[in-house]
């Protein structure tokens, strides 16, 4: 969204007819545009490492629940007895 405002604005640039004021707004606009550009794509690295890292914490904590599942298992087999034969 803000690399589309900024592309619209440096068109917008091209096309006007440039007076000072204008010029310096625009100029103003396009620094200000860069540098929200600037913030939001580092937000979205350290989103991106958060998720990551967030996304190994569950594998881990699967494993975990894995492995209680299986003792779990192993403990039920061990407390059932034996079937009997049919007579």
């Given at each position: 969204?803000i690399s589309s405002?900024?592309?619209?604005a440096?068109?917008?640039m091209k096309?006007?007819?440039?007076?000072?004021?204008?010029?310096?707004?625009m100029e103003?606009?396009?620094a200000l545009?860069?540098?929200?550009?600037?913030q939001a794509s580092?937000?979205?690295?350290?989103?991106?490492?958060?998720?990551?890292?967030?996304?190994?914490?569950?594998r881990?904590?699967?494993?975990?629940?894995?492995e209680l599942?299986?003792k779990?298992e192993?403990?039920e087999?061990?407390?059932?007895?034996?079937?009997q034969?049919a007579?």
């Amino acid at each position: 969204e803000i690399s589309s405002q900024l592309r619209l604005a440096e068109a917008e640039m091209k096309q006007r007819p440039a007076t000072d004021a204008w010029v310096k707004d625009m100029e103003h606009k396009l620094a200000l545009g860069r540098t929200e550009l600037e913030q939001a794509s580092k937000l979205e690295s350290q989103l991106r490492a958060q998720e990551a890292e967030l996304a190994a914490e569950l594998r881990t904590e699967q494993a975990k629940a894995d492995e209680l599942a299986s003792k779990i298992e192993g403990l039920e087999r061990a407390l059932t007895p034996p079937a009997q034969p049919a007579r």
